[in-house]
């Protein structure tokens, strides 16, 4: 999906991957354009937490830069934010994800340290059976 993200600094559109979607929520992993490499040791997990989602033909919608899923942190909106900016023509459906790139999230997912317990559950709940 690509949507408005008004809680980013600064605000902006964003690529995300649904996670789950609740009677009230929508859990969502962003995807990244670029990583800054720079960062110090500390922030290894958080490096080794990207799943490369760059030269792959069905997301041609990517192609202007590598970009990355960053599994070190599942957001989380306002069902009801996501589906006004569907009803304004803000958001908008981009596709789905192959079998590989699923297996790949909840494998880095499941090895991020940064990423709590009961997300990674929720990775796992929702992505597992479409993975196989």
């Known amino acids: 999906m690509h949507i408005y993200c008004n809680f980013t600094k600064p605000p902006k559109y964003k690529f995300i991957i649904v996670v789950s979607v609740s009677d009230t929520k929508i859990s969502f992993l962003f995807i990244n354009s ?31 830069y590598k970009s990355y899923i960053d599994c070190s942190n599942l957001h989380k909106l306002d069902y009801e934010e996501i589906f006004n900016q569907f009803e304004n023509h803000v958001a908008e459906f981009k596709g789905t994800l192959e079998k590989d790139i699923l297996k790949k999230i909840i494998e880095v997912a499941n090895s991020c340290p940064l990423l709590p317990k009961v997300d990674k559950d929720i990775i796992n709940k929702n992505f597992t059976p479409l993975s196989v």
């Open 34 to 64: 670029e990583i800054n490499y720079n960062l110090n040791e500390e922030n290894n997990a958080f490096i080794d937490s990207q799943v490369s989602i760059f030269n792959i033909k069905q997301y041609d919608f990517l192609s202007k």
